[in-house]
């Protein structure tokens, strides 16, 4: 738990008190700005949900438990700005033992969507110590901000078992996004298209990154495809990303031991069942400027509705990647439910 605290100011303090850890009743301003106004667009606690408990004891699932307590706010480096990404740290702070907040630190961030549609984020934040070392770096999604509108967003993080710094910083370490129409998920409601398409994590062994692109027929009907996805690779801005080949087969990156490197063949798919393909890159830097892209839009099929993932294509000077062909994969498990397909 925090060790040290220090002392807020009384106009701080007030206002916390106000919000404490509970969620805010929506205000006039609230509810108009929900309508399309200007103003919040909505705010989660200081403390998240899942954080707030006491020990061990249940809690009914119709009596939520809020906590007792308010946080020590924590003073930021310097008044923070909105950055390019459209991201702002706007307060830190440490919960007391006895708080009612099972988090130790919590960061509260407002999201600005500077674009022009509805964009979901995935926003890392980076629990930090007075040296500006790192403590912790806790994610979170904030979903669908409309162009022009703001959300607000909270982090919280528990110290570990082993001694660790105490939390004097915060830091926003990395912003992703995507369209609201081209999210990819691994679960959930089934997309309008009748598919799923998402990115694994990968793998990566001296320099050579592999990474599985998923295709699952969520639908209810037979979905056909044969060859190749198509991608298009992006960089932090989602600007399209020049100069980088895109290869069909992943021999081409590494000459054996990778899936990818067969030849095509059609994948029909009924509801349930899914293909996968392999994506293969060398992060090798030599002369030149290094490319970095994030993200990739990907088609399953010529004419399919875009998906964007995110990969993170550290593709060093090499200026290559390897797509397999799509391949059935005898391997899916439902991810909510552990079945293996039909």
Known sequence: ??????????????????????????????????AGGDGPVRA?????????????????ADSPVTPSGTPTPLPLPSPAATDETGVRVTGLY?????????????????????????VTYTVTVGFLSASGGAVDNVEK?????????????VVAMREPA??????????????????????????????????????????????????????????TRPYRVYGYPELELLDEDRDTVDGVRIL???DQIAATGLAGGGEPRPVVLRPGEAARASLAWRNTTGF????????ARVRAKPGANPVTVTPEFDLGTTGKLGVGPWERDETYRDPATGTPRP
């Open 94 to 118: 440490a919960w007391a033992e006895g708080s009612g907040c099972a988090a130790d630190y919590s960061a509260e961030f407002e999201v600005t969507n500077q674009g022009t549609e509805a």
């Open 1 to 34: 738990m925090p060790r040290a605290f220090r002392t807020a100011p009384v106009a701080v303090v007030g206002l916390l008190l106000l919000a404490a850890c509970g969620t805010q009743s929506p205000s006039r301003e609230d509810a108009r700005s929900q």
């Open 162 to 219: 082993v001694q660790a710094p105490e939390v004097a910083g915060v830091d926003v370490i990395k912003v992703r996004s995507a369209p609201v129409g081209e999210l990819s998920s691994a679960s959930g409601p089934c997309p309008a298209s009748g598919v799923r398409v998402f990115a694994d994590r990968g793998d990566a062994a001296m320099g050579l990154r592999v990474v599985g692109l998923h295709l699952v027929n969520c639908g």
């Open 248 to 250: 069909h087969g992943t």
């Open 288 to 295: 030149g400027e290094a490319v970095n892209a994030p993200y």
């Open 141 to 153: 999604t904030v979903e669908s901000v409309g162009p022009g509108r703001t959300a607000k967003a």
């Open 44 to 60: 989660e606690a200081l403390c998240p949900s899942d954080h707030t408990q006491y020990g061990s004891l249940p809690t009914p």
